[in-house]
């Protein structure tokens, strides 16, 4: 029967590829959105681990956790270094991590910080950073890439870079009197981290003396040395990163940090900002898994529309098979299985197509998106989809099946005079 | 199980709307016996033949074919009669065209394994060559589409498909009409051969009435049908 069944679409190849590419690009369609959105709350909840606070200028929450961590849209407001002191050395916080951006690196954002960034940030579950290779910046120019960074630009150890200063791919402002050495080379994390160029506070000061406007100052540029005499605390910071002694701490602070009355500053708990990301995508999100769901109905439609067409036209091939014996389960299971050969067909053809995406995708959302998609093995809710799928196109065939399985033997053979 | 091959009485059969198209009192056919059935165009032969086939039901009446009431079965159940019993060689042919003449004549075996009882597939396959070389189809045209044959080869393809397996009744509804002399003289040998070697009992319909002399029996419909000249 199964032979039987290949060899009836395998008469009708040109009607059952099309019908098995309709199903593949519905299927790779709805595997792709699912990919996508387990990445992208993956690679949102990965990004950073164990920081009870996230403290920057009033803004939105969302905004200061998308600037801050995820490096996502423009920095308006900073913090005074000040606020940033007095609150570092509040005897309840254990550690924190400065950030301040601003700068960026052939596309790829510059941040400037601490040691402790090194020491205290977490990612995924609680993993620290390591080092592929080198160590953090021990002098004023030197510069850690993100594993991205410096295999896309194929830096390595030593390599000298420049800044430039504000934001985009091409900027025609660069930081050229004052270069930097790279002297280490993070291991990969699947995060923001690995498109990111760290230098340290102190260079983001230095490389801005003389930037005071905005702009350089054309008249006499500072050297390059000059700025180690110099006192290179920053005035400000973009925003910084805040460890408790003891989590329950956090609530306390977060009320303080909200209240502070020198400062209008703002406080928020990663884990509870990302839930209002996620409340605030989850609708967006919906939208495209029913849209994606749509395009598989669509899919399945088009092939009922290909079998029930073919069905009158195979009224005689069926009456033939029950004129030599066929039952009609026979029939039905023929066409079942035809359905069910086109639908598996589609699904593998649908994975493929999936993977192939992923491959042409995954560089272009890591590279703009931060959005990092694995090109792991099907998952369980993928495998549900697939079965879903496959189901649901078997239901649908059995309509053209019943229709068949009704007809009567005298139906396709007889022409009555 | 003793009884005629087939044992018509009292048929009445119509299409729907239509005034009786078969009105006979009896008819029996017994089991080995070879009859020629003929009548003239629109007669209600084929009709008659789907109806002992079990392809149509009648109105009324009783068909018995090997000692089972047919129209008492499920429309399955006939199915799967006449997969085991009866080889059926239409006038239309109807071989499945994308398949090979070599699976159109396995087809039968696929759907039945009364009919195919006693052989294997290797088995099966070298009845069915037989068969196809028996009546001038040679090995060459084993994997060939059906679709790709001439009419006369295709009839000869769905002769092979009735024989194979060797059915208790073989219902032939004109299969001589698209032969040349010399092929439809060496098919109904073939056919002629197979049932004597059977025991198999022969429904032969044509219009050529020269073939009568090579059958036990030849019967004239427009005889047996009380309602014949209605048209079919």
């Known amino acids: 029967m199964f032979r039987l069944a290949l060899q009836s679409l395998w008469n009708r190849r040109v009607a059952a590829t099309l019908t098995v590419c309709a199903i593949a690009i519905s299927v790779a369609l709805v595997l792709s959105v699912q990919r996508l959105r387990t990445g992208a709350r993956e690679s949102f909840s990965n990004t950073v681990s164990g920081a009870d606070l996230i403290v920057g200028a009033r803004t939105g929450p969302l905004n200061l956790l998308l600037y801050s961590v995820f490096h996502i849209g423009e920095v308006t407001t900073e913090v005074s270094w000040e606020s940033y002191q007095k609150i570092a050395k509040h005897r309840d916080v254990a550690w924190t991590i400065p950030l301040s951006l601003g700068d960026s690196h052939r596309g790829y954002r510059v941040l400037g910080t601490s040691d402790a960034y090194f020491q205290y940030f977490r990612y995924g579950s609680s993993r620290p950073l390591m080092f592929s290779s080198g160590t953090p910046f021990h002098d004023l120019y030197d510069a850690v890439l993100g594993a991205d960074v410096a295999r896309n630009l194929h830096y390595h150890l030593g390599s000298v870079i420049i800044l430039s200063h504000g934001l985009g791919d091409v900027s025609f402002t660069q930081h050229k009197d004052k270069p930097f050495r790279v002297v280490g080379i993070l291991a990969k994390t699947g995060t923001p981290v690995d498109r990111t160029v760290h230098v340290s506070l102190e260079a983001i000061t230095a490389i801005h003396e003389g930037w005071e406007t905005g702009r350089r100052i054309a008249v006499a540029p500072p050297k390059a040395e000059d700025p180690r005499k110099h006192d290179l605390t920053p005035m400000r910071i ?4 805040v460890g408790m002694r003891s989590r329950v701490m956090a609530f306390t602070m977060q009320r303080a940090i909200n209240e502070y009355d020198k400062e209008a500053l703002l406080a928020i708990m990663p884990g509870v900002a990302l839930d209002q990301l996620w409340q605030l995508v989850g609708v967006a999100d919906t939208a495209l898994m029913i849209v994606a769901a749509f395009v ?11 079998i029930l067409t073919s069905l009158n036209e195979r009224r005689r091939e069926m009456a033939i098979l029950r004129s030599v014996g ?22 593998i053809a649908g994975i493929g197509l999936m993977y192939v995406g992923l491959v042409v995708a995954r560089p272009l959302l890591e590279q703009h998106y931060g959005v990092f998609i694995p090109a792991e093995p099907l998952s369980g809710t993928e495998g549900l989809i697939l079965g879903a799928v496959i189901v649901a196109a078997l239901l649908s065939g059995s309509f053209p099946a019943w229709r068949a399985y009704r007809n009567s033997v005298s139906d396709g053979l007889l022409v009555r005079a | 199980m003793n009884g005629p091959a087939v044992d018509i009485s009292s048929l009445d059969f119509s299409w729907p709307g239509h005034p009786s198209l078969l009105l006979i009192d009896q008819l029996r056919i017994a089991r080995g016996e070879r009859t020629f059935l003929h009548g003239p165009s629109g007669s209600g032969k084929s009709t008659l033949l789907s109806l002992i086939g079990g392809v149509l039901v009648p109105r009324s009446g009783s068909i018995r074919v090997l000692d089972t009431e047919l129209q008492s079965l499920r429309p399955s159940a006939r199915d799967r009669y006449r997969g085991d019993h009866i080889g059926f060689i239409f006038q239309m042919f109807n071989l499945v065209p994308y398949l090979s003449v070599l699976a159109n004549v396995l087809l039968p075996l696929r759907f039945s394994s009364a009919r195919g009882r006693g052989l294997t597939s290797v088995g099966a396959e070298k009845e069915a ?3 196809l070389q028996a009546l001038g189809l040679g090995a060459e045209f084993a994997n060939r589409p059906a679709a790709a044959l001439s009419i006369g080869q295709q009839q000869r393809v769905a002769a092979a498909r009735a024989l194979i397996g060797r059915p208790a009744l073989i219902i032939a509804d004109e299969p001589t009409s698209a032969l040349d002399s010399d092929t439809r003289a060496g098919f109904l040998a073939l056919l002629m051969n197979e049932c004597r070697a059977a025991g198999t009992t022969l429904l032969f319909v044509s219009h050529d009435l020269s073939l009568a002399a090579l059958f036990d029996r030849s019967v004239a419909l427009r005889e047996l049908n009380r309602a014949a000249g209605s048209g079919a």
């Open chain 2, 129 to 131: 060559a037989r068969l």
């Open chain 1, 296 to 306: 598989v109905v669509a899919g399945l439609l088009g092939m009922l529309t290909a």
């Open chain 1, 238 to 241: 973009t925003a910084f990163i």
């Open chain 1, 326 to 347: 066929a039952r009609p389960a026979h029939v039905f299971g023929l066409l079942m299985l035809e359905a069910g050969i086109l639908a598996a067909l589609g699904a």
